[in-house]
């Protein structure tokens, strides 16, 4: 009867450490797309809400903007992004959804000596799933290679490198993306960053921005953020907040 005990317990055990997941890893508030994967069967959700003050008269607010995820197997993740904004241009505003992104996340590679842990995520616009003042003339592709090393137990530096495109011209803009993570406790987590955008027909912009994220629970964590622009053409000043749950 003791034996029989024993391996019930062995393999209870086995069955709870098996369903044992780790802290919810979220591709926000940073530009920079963590190369993890929603754990298999679950499904998460990341939302926040940005003002973004572009020049002096213009400014633009994302009321809010939500990527969906949903975790296929331990390698892939499916995704969709929504995104409803309002823009201020001098007198004139415009509001409404912008077209929905469908896509992908597939897992590489795991970190490896000086090889990063990477991941390669895709998605591509409908230029009519959206409102009538921002549909697109054509689908729009866009696509990254999202890197991340561990530097210490505290420690991480996470890159991104991309191409995307606007829906209405086939000239592409770059994308990069350069972070620091550290984790100031279990719970807290800060980063700063720099992130840019290179148009092929005009000049790059670049930005650096910086936040935090507290973990509420494993499966629950909010963020802050804030960023600012380093060229004359990149937006001004930006702040946002938002959280990400999954189930």
Known sequence: MKLKTFYFLLLFSGISFAQKQEPIEADRPDQTETPAIVPKGMF???????????????????????????????????????????????????????????????????????????????????????????????????????????????????YNLGCEWDGFTPA????????????????????????GFAPQDDSANHNLDGGVTYLITDNFMVDLSSGVGLTDNAPDHYFALGFSFRH
Request: charged share 20%; net charge negative; glycine share 6%.
């Open 44 to 158: 998460q959700v990341e939302t926040g809400f940005t003002f973004q003050k572009n020049e002096r008269h213009s400014q633009t607010l994302n009321l809010p903007s939500t990527l969906w995820k949903y975790g296929v197997n331990e390698n892939l993740e499916l995704r969709l992004i929504t995104e409803f904004v309002s823009e201020k241009i001098n007198a004139e505003k415009l509001s409404g959804f912008t077209p929905v992104l469908l896509g992908f996340k597939v897992s590489l590679c795991e970190e490896k000596g000086i090889f990063p842990k990477t991941s390669f995520i895709g998605h591509l616009s409908l230029p009519n799933a959206a409102s009538s003042n921002y549909k697109t003339d054509y689908m729009a592709p866009e696509f990254r290679f999202t890197m991340q090393h561990s530097l210490s137990e505290k420690l991480s530096l996470g």
């Open 172 to 195: 592409p803009t770059y994308i990069y993306t350069l972070t620091t993570g550290y984790s100031i406790t279990e719970n807290l987590g800060s980063y700063v960053e720099l992130f």
